[in-house]
Nanobody, 127 residues
Framework: QVQLVESGGGLVQAGDSLRLSCAAS????????MGWFRQVPGKEREFVAA???????YYADSVKGRFTISRDDGKNTVYLQLNGLKPEDPAVYYC?????????????????????WGQGTQVTVSS
């Protein structure tokens, strides 16, 4: 069974940085793409970034140039570096793993592409 555990969230000021981590177990991590989504109360889960098993990266327009996704297959961990945090960035951030092994499709923004999710980590930004 796949388990994903996020960490690294917290309270920061606008303009500050955070690094989120997501540790995975129960699957051959290096064979699967990973994604980060975020959600605020009352809104749908929103795509933030994704990285394929070949390390191709995808970003939402709202975070492009500020957030960076990366993966360390040796540590079974995916990271999301959040720089230049803005008042619109606060949310619970979730990591997720692809349903399909060795998937190379580009529809990374679709939540249904992923079959396992972490519990989320809260990011709060004070202005």
């Amino acid at each position: 069974q796949v388990q994903l555990v996020e960490s690294g969230g917290g309270l920061v000021q606008a303009g500050d940085s955070l690094r989120l981590s997501c540790a995975a177990s129960g699957r051959t991590f290096s064979n699967y793409g990973m994604g980060w989504f975020r959600q605020v109360p009352g809104k749908e889960r929103e795509f933030v970034a994704a990285i394929s098993w070949t390390a191709t990266k995808y970003y939402a327009d709202s975070v492009k140039g500020r957030f960076t996704i990366s993966r360390d297959d040796g540590k079974n961990t995916v990271y999301l570096q959040l720089n230049g945090l803005k008042p619109e960035d606060p949310a619970v951030y979730y990591c997720a793993t692809d349903q399909r092994e060795w998937y190379t499709g580009t529809d990374r923004y679709t939540p249904t592409l992923y079959d396992a999710w972490g519990q989320g980590t809260q990011v709060t930004v004070s202005s």
